[in-house]
């Protein structure tokens, strides 16, 4: 049984290292332009150099989205934009628009073409379709059951390949085909701006009735009905790989390093277990309660095993559950005096019991004894964001590592 792909999300190249040192096999990012996530922080044509390099040196792929829907004015920038990358070693490119993949098929006519969700891939005609095009990898629509993705992988070539979302937030539109972001505040959702409009709070006007709203709140300030629950697959790794599907993708590049890692490393050893032994493999709670450590909304399997109901909606609210703060990334570590140089990157003091974690290894907990600032001066507490800091450590750690500590409760 080949081994399915883990796909992270690099939304700049801190996050690309990261995501390959925590177990990704495969990244995907966007460059500075033509990408669907305008807002996240992207990569320049140095960085996705630098960060190929990285990720090729460790064996792990990179996949550079090109997922906008073009309209005439992008035409001539895109076809100078994937002149000046042709030489990068992109491994693939996740395009939406069929004139973008003839275009990048001209420009770089050994690319391989992965379609993305985007232009929502529902059965097997079409995949023929796009497999006839030259498309090596689908991006399966996120509405696709199981029952449905089993039927496509009998229906298709062996060598076409299926890549589905197992992790992140989920959009209420049609794979991804949201207006309401350009309509509300003329940002296009569909070339990168998208406001996610989704999450924000909604009560039901009568037209002759201003101030008077229809009694479908859920409480005094009206209710998130659009306000989709995040998906969550980590529970069903056999149920995956049994489906025919090649990679399972993480969605998240706009999310910290702080998710990407945590996310990455659960999913990483969840799919490893599952591999070393398919008979006699089993869900362990822990990789659920890591997960859980990031910030995120309420689970839910999303279409997999049927289409989503009410209890896939949270209508009470859009706001996020965040248990943990990410403190602090190691740079370095002494062997020998057990300090560690770490940078902050939220407030710690002296007496905080902190959990350390890094790729490949469970977390362990300990208290806050020492900290140093930079001067070598003894500190009570690291309020300045980026500050670097010497920590005394209980048990040997390693640059990237990552500290976190649970939040009090009301904070």
Same mark, same amino acid.
């Given at each position: 049984?080949?081994?399915?792909?883990?796909?992270?999300?690099?939304?700049?190249?801190?996050?690309?290292?990261?995501? *390959?040192?925590?177990?990704?096999?495969?990244?995907?990012? $966007?460059?500075?332009?033509? =990408?669907?996530?305008?807002?996240?922080?992207?990569?320049?044509?140095?960085?996705?150099?630098?960060?190929?390099?990285?990720?090729?040196?460790?064996?792990?792929?990179?996949?550079?989205?090109?997922? &906008?829907?073009?309209? %005439?004015?992008? +035409?001539?920038?895109?076809?100078?934009?994937?002149?000046? &990358?042709?030489? #990068?070693?992109?491994?693939?490119?996740?395009?939406?628009?069929?004139? &973008? *993949?003839?275009?990048?098929?001209?420009?770089?006519?050994?690319?391989?073409?992965?379609?993305?969700?985007?232009?929502?891939?529902?059965?097997?005609?079409?995949?023929?379709?796009?497999?006839?095009?030259?498309?090596?990898?689908?991006?399966?629509?996120?509405? #696709?059951?199981? /029952?449905? &993705?089993?039927?496509?992988?009998?229906?298709?070539?062996?060598?076409?390949?299926?890549?589905?979302?197992?992790? $992140?937030?989920?959009?209420?539109?049609?794979?991804?085909?949201?207006?309401?972001?350009?309509?509300?505040?003329?940002?296009?959702?569909?070339?990168?701006?998208?406001?996610?409009?989704?999450?924000?709070?909604?009560?039901?006007?009568?037209?002759?009735?201003? $101030?008077?709203?229809?009694? +479908?709140?859920?409480?005094?300030?009206?209710?998130?009905?659009?306000?989709?629950?995040?998906?969550?697959?980590?529970?069903?790794?056999?149920?995956?790989?049994?489906?025919?599907?090649? =990679?399972?993708?993480?969605?998240?590049?706009?999310?910290?390093?702080?998710?990407?890692?945590?996310?990455?490393?659960?999913?990483?050893?969840?799919?490893?277990?599952?591999?070393?032994?398919?008979? =006699?493999?089993?869900?362990?709670?822990?990789?659920?309660?890591?997960? /859980?450590?990031?910030?995120?909304?309420?689970?839910?399997?999303?279409?997999?095993?049927?289409?989503?109901?009410?209890?896939?909606?949270?209508?009470?609210? =859009?706001?996020?559950?965040?248990?943990?703060?990410?403190?602090?990334? *190691?740079?370095?570590?002494?062997?020998?005096?057990?300090?560690?140089?770490?940078?902050?990157?939220?407030?710690?003091?002296?007496?905080?019991?902190?959990?350390?974690? $890094?790729?490949?290894?469970?977390?362990?907990?300990?208290?806050?004894?020492?900290?140093?600032?930079?001067?070598?001066?003894?500190?009570?507490?690291?309020?300045?964001?980026?500050?670097?800091?010497? +920590?005394?450590?209980?048990?040997? *750690?390693?640059? %990237?590592?990552?500290?976190?500590?649970?939040?009090?409760?009301?904070?």
């Amino acid at each position: 049984m080949k081994k399915m792909e883990l796909l992270a999300p690099a939304g700049d190249l801190e996050k690309l290292k990261i995501a *390959v040192l925590y177990g990704a096999d495969a990244v995907y990012f $966007g460059g500075e332009m033509f =990408s669907l996530r305008a807002g996240a922080g992207n990569m320049s044509m140095g960085e996705m150099k630098e960060g190929i390099e990285f990720a090729h040196q460790r064996g792990v792929k990179c996949y550079l989205a090109l997922n &906008i829907f073009a309209h %005439n004015e992008d +035409i001539e920038p895109l076809k100078e934009y994937l002149t000046a &990358i042709k030489n #990068l070693g992109i491994d693939a490119f996740i395009i939406s628009d069929p004139g &973008i *993949v003839t275009m990048v098929q001209e420009i770089i006519p050994d690319a391989e073409i992965h379609l993305s969700t985007q232009a929502n891939m529902t059965n097997y005609q079409t995949a023929k379709f796009w497999y006839n095009m030259g498309v090596k990898r689908i991006v399966l629509a996120r509405e #696709l059951t199981f /029952k449905e &993705i089993k039927e496509l992988r009998e229906n298709t070539p062996a060598d076409l390949e299926f890549e589905a979302f197992v992790h $992140g937030a989920m959009c209420i539109s049609y794979s991804g085909r949201c207006l309401l972001s350009n309509f509300m505040i003329e940002r296009d959702a569909n070339r990168g701006m998208c406001a996610h409009p989704c999450r924000w709070k909604y009560a039901l006007v009568e037209e002759q009735r201003p $101030g008077q709203y229809y009694p +479908i709140e859920e409480d005094e300030r009206g209710t998130y009905i659009l306000n989709s629950r995040d998906l969550c697959m980590i529970e069903y790794i056999p149920q995956l790989a049994e489906s025919g599907i090649a =990679s399972i993708k993480i969605e998240g590049r706009m999310k910290s390093v702080f998710y990407v890692a945590t996310i990455v490393s659960a999913y990483r050893k969840a799919i490893d277990a599952y591999y070393a032994d398919p008979q =006699s493999y089993e869900f362990k709670d822990e990789w659920m309660r890591e997960l /859980k450590k990031v910030s995120h909304r309420e689970f839910t399997t999303g279409f997999y095993f049927d289409k989503p109901t009410n209890k896939d909606q949270n209508y009470q609210t =859009s706001a996020y559950t965040r248990d943990y703060t990410f403190t602090g990334m *190691v740079k370095s570590y002494d062997e020998e005096t057990g300090y560690a140089i770490v940078e902050q990157r939220n407030k710690m003091v002296i007496g905080d019991e902190i959990e350390v974690f $890094g790729p490949g290894t469970d977390f362990f907990v300990q208290q806050l004894t020492e900290m140093y600032n930079e001067e070598g001066e003894p500190i009570e507490s690291a309020p300045h964001p980026q500050q670097i800091l010497k +920590i005394k450590m209980n048990k040997p *750690v390693k640059e %990237n590592f990552m500290l976190r500590k649970k939040k009090e409760k009301g904070n």
